[in-house]
Nanobody, 119 residues
């Protein structure tokens, strides 16, 4: 059974940085995508970034391009979301999720740490 455990998050001032980690267990993830999503208070959950394990490709939502970077540690089955130049509007609960590359929906989700950016 695939499980995701997130860590990181917290409170940071605008312009600062945080790194989120998402450790996957319970399988081999060569043919999986890992996505990052966020949900701000009163808003729907939205896409942030995606990492494709097989070809190490990444894709970012426009508002985070150039500020957020997804990377992985293959030996640890862990994907990271490095968030730089944080803005108050980045404040949200951040979720990682995983799916097989050839399907549409993410079906396993992390617990969602809080990221708060103060102005």
């Amino acid at each position: 059974q695939v499980q995701l455990v997130e860590s990181g998050g917290g409170l940071v001032q605008a312009g600062g940085s945080l790194r989120l980690s998402c450790a996957a267990s319970g399988g081999s993830f060569t043919n999986y995508d890992m996505g990052w999503f966020r949900q701000a208070p009163g808003k729907e959950r939205g896409f942030v970034a995606r990492f494709t394990w097989r070809d190490v490709s990444t894709y970012y939502e426009n508002s985070v391009k150039g500020r957020f970077t997804v990377s992985r540690d293959n030996a640890k089955n862990t994907v990271y979301l490095q968030m730089n130049s944080l803005k108050p509007e980045d404040t949200a609960v951040y979720y990682c999720a995983i799916k097989r590359t050839y399907v549409t929906s993410y079906n396993v989700w992390g617990q969602g740490p809080q990221v708060t950016v103060s102005s």
